[in-house]
């Protein structure tokens, strides 16, 4: 099953619709079944909104459904860290790249003594 692409970008994630979700235990990504349920906003489809059934307004998502073809679990599927919450993305990364320096600085020296004491 290959992701479908939505404007300029492939839909990884989009909200859970009720009607199309709450009985199917692989959520779908066929465009033409989603156009109903997801807002068009410049050229693009709006994978953080959706169409609200009783009102038929935009609202925003709460829960999140994810295409399963190339990952079943990560930490952006668990902690569902998609739109409102990309930038703790960032963070997590840039704690992550900080961790590696830090290690790098310290116990760099650390390995280049002991083995200079080992040979």
């Known amino acids: ?17 009720q009607e199309l979700d709450a009985d ?6 066929n465009l033409s079944e989603l156009k109903p349920y997801i807002p068009f906003k410049d050229g693009n489809y709006e994978t953080c909104k959706k169409f609200d059934a009783l009102t038929n307004e935009t609202i925003g998502c709460e829960q999140f459904v ?24 960032a963070i ?6 900080f961790g590696v ?11 280049d003594k002991q083995v200079s004491i080992i040979f």
């Open 24 to 29: 199917v235990s692989t959520p779908t990504f």
């Open 101 to 111: 320096l830090v290690g790098a600085i310290v116990l760099g020296p650390m390995a």
């Open 66 to 89: 994810y295409d399963g073809t190339y990952y079943k679990e990560s930490r952006v599927i668990s902690w569902n860290l998609v739109c409102d919450q990309r930038w703790e993305r």
């Open 1 to 17: 099953m290959k992701t479908k692409a939505l404007g300029d970008f492939y839909l990884w994630d989009r909200c859970y619709i």
């Open 92 to 97: 997590i990364q840039a704690i992550y790249i």
